[in-house]
């Protein structure tokens, strides 16, 4: 998939068209970028037309202006969809790339036909105790990373995959992440319990790996317990990332997911 960029945004993104009618949209996790998803471009290239993005600060997305911040994601976004001429499009988010998927569904519920949240947590409706303890485990990695990126990359890859080819490819992308992107991060809490959740009109599913940190799997049950009626998916073999962990799983939980979704 070739990069593209539009006029007035940092945001790089890749387009991969089929003769299918329906789009999919990844969202990749902190610290990588979209080929984090190379496992679901392959299996999914000839089935959906897929849009994938690097988050601001990560990969290709690094051509910054003053006043650019990570909680203007979902406008630049939709800009990419208005542009591309895509109405609703099947929205899946791996840890950060779930809390972007979810502003966006906030923000713009029309354009979304399901959303899909991995390793991720509500952020309509997240605890002060919670969001400290995240908030503290977020500065203890960002000081490593000011030591070195390679430290910080190699502590990172245990937390945030569980097999070894996972935890290796993480790696590889971590390592190329800037120092001073971290200050895009800074901006995170503005999306955090902003919204309320009101009746959504498309389909919700979460979910995260068995060997994720307690607290991922603590939020995906308070999640579950808030929203009854959205599709939970615990997947064995995996930790944070669950697509590079379980790749095959993965995609047929995708893919039966957003066949449900289908009229």
Request: charged share 20%; aromatic share 14%.
């Amino acid at each position: 998939m070739k990069p593209i960029k539009l006029a007035n945004s940092p945001i790089t993104y890749f387009v991969s068209r089929s003769q299918q009618a329906e789009w999919v949209l990844f969202i990749h996790a902190a610290f990588v970028n979209h080929h984090m998803f190379k496992a679901q471009f392959a299996y999914f290239e000839n089935k959906y037309n897929i849009l994938a993005i690097d988050i601001i600060g990560h990969g290709q997305s690094t051509d910054t202006q003053k006043g650019d911040s990570i909680d203007k994601m979902s406008k630049w976004v939709f800009d990419i969809l208005k542009f591309e001429n895509i109405e609703q499009v099947h929205i899946v988010g791996v840890s950060l790339g779930a809390v972007l998927a979810q502003d966006f569904a906030n923000r713009y519920p029309y354009a979304v036909s399901s959303l899909a949240c991995f390793g991720g947590y509500d952020i309509n409706n997240f605890d002060a105790k919670m969001k400290n303890e995240n908030s503290a485990k977020q500065r203890l990695m960002m000081l490593k990373a000011l030591f070195s990126v390679k430290w910080f990359a190699k502590a990172n890859k245990k937390i945030s995959a569980y097999t070894s080819q996972a935890q290796n490819e993480f790696f590889a992308m971590n390592i190329l992440f800037p120092k001073k992107s971290f200050m895009f991060l800074a901006t995170l809490n503005r999306m955090v319990n902003k919204y309320k959740t009101g009746r959504r009109k498309y389909p919700l599913l979460i979910g995260c790996g068995k060997y994720d940190i307690p607290m991922e799997l603590e939020a995906i049950k308070a999640w579950k317990g808030r929203e009854p009626d959205c599709t939970v998916v615990l997947f064995e073999n995996a930790g944070h990332c669950v697509n590079m962990d379980v790749p095959q799983e993965f995609n047929k939980t995708m893919e039966e997911f957003w066949k449900g979704v289908r009229p």
